[in-house]
Each structure stands twice: as structure tokens, then as C-alpha cells.
């Protein structure tokens, strides 16, 4: 190896490193798909902060494998959804329906699309005005866990209640 190789070697080298900084994310490699980090999102502490609608009363619920239908759990913590947006009326809901990575993509879009819907008109049903949820659905599109057990499969078979501030969801 010449000496004019060797300097382009060390020279690459040192540019290389020069480019990587390992605290450049702030040392958080997590990707929040469910804006669990709202900005203006007030304190856990504050009934009235969409903080503490997502930490003390729940912003998702889980479902069984191929179903739409919901658990008395789930039920539990969309009583808790409603009345918290009943309280918090300057609040509109955005209810995203998640699938896990089994099926085709058209079926699990669908499937999530039934989660979404059964979580809206659960809502609907204890007293939130339609026309502040809307609902979309990810399908698979957006797992929560990657990985192929059945431990991740529960957690990605889901919706998530995405509150925001005023209409325009």
C-alpha cells in the first residue's frame, strides 16, 4: 500500500468518525408512532392535560386475535375516555385502529378499520358528539412491537384514542 492509499485511508477514517456522534437523538433510539410525546401536553398530574389522559386513563385498547369486539377492559378505560372528553370539551379525537403483522394488508386495513369504528360509536354511545372523533386505520402498517411472538402480536392488536385541541383532527 502506498503512502498517498494509506493517508486517504486514515483521512476517510477520520471523516467518518467526525460524522457520528452518539447523542445526536438525544439518546432516545425510540420511535413514537402515537405522539406519546405531545408537545403542550401538560403534566400527568393535571386531570384536565392530554398527559394525563394518556397516562392515568389509558389512550388505547387492546383486542383477541381477529376481533373487533370490546373487552370489559377496554370497555373500563373508554368509560374513562369519555367521560375525560365529556370534562374536556375544547378536545377532539382522532381513534387510530392497529392490526398486528398476521393477514394480508387489505384485511388487516379492515380489520383496524372495525377496532377504530367500535371504539367510536362506544363513545358516541356514552355521550361524545360524533363530530368531534374521526377514525382512520393503519392496519399493520404501524406496529407498536416488532417481532414475531405473540407478546408483541397483543400489544399491536389495538386502538389508540390521539386527543388534540379543538376541531381539525
Known amino acids: 500500500m502506498t503512502y498517498l492509499n494509506k493517508a486517504l485511508l486514515v483521512g476517510a477514517a477520520l471523516a467518518l468518525a467526525a ?14 408512532l402515537n405522539n406519546s410525546g405531545m408537545a403542550g401536553a401538560g403534566s ?22 381477529d376481533q373487533h369486539t370490546l373487552t370489559s377492559e377496554a370497555q373500563r378505560t373508554l368509560d374513562g375516555q369519555a367521560q375525560w372528553l365529556l ?7 382522532l381513534i387510530e385502529g392497529h392490526a398486528d403483522e398476521q393477514g394480508t394488508r387489505e384485511y ?17 354511545s356514552k355521550g ?9 386505520s393503519y392496519g399493520k402498517e404501524r406496529p407498536i412491537e416488532i417481532c414475531s411472538t405473540e407478546s ?4 399491536n392488536r389495538r386502538a ?10
Open 152 to 155: 408483541c402480536y397483543a400489544k
Open 87 to 93: 370534562t374536556n370539551s375544547d378536545y377532539d379525537a
Open 19 to 32: 460524522c457520528t456522534s452518539p447523542d445526536r437523538f438525544d439518546g432516545d433510539s425510540a420511535v413514537d
Open 44 to 65: 400527568a398530574s393535571d386531570p384536565s392535560s392530554p398527559a394525563y389522559f394518556q397516562q392515568a386513563i389509558g389512550d388505547r385498547v387492546l383486542f383477541p386475535v
Open 160 to 169: 389508540v384514542t390521539v386527543i388534540s385541541i379543538g376541531a381539525g383532527v
Open 108 to 124: 388487516n386495513l379492515a380489520l383496524g378499520a372495525r377496532r377504530a369504528n367500535s371504539v367510536h360509536e362506544y363513545l358516541v
Open 128 to 136: 361524545i358528539a360524533a363530530n368531534r372523533l374521526k377514525v382512520v
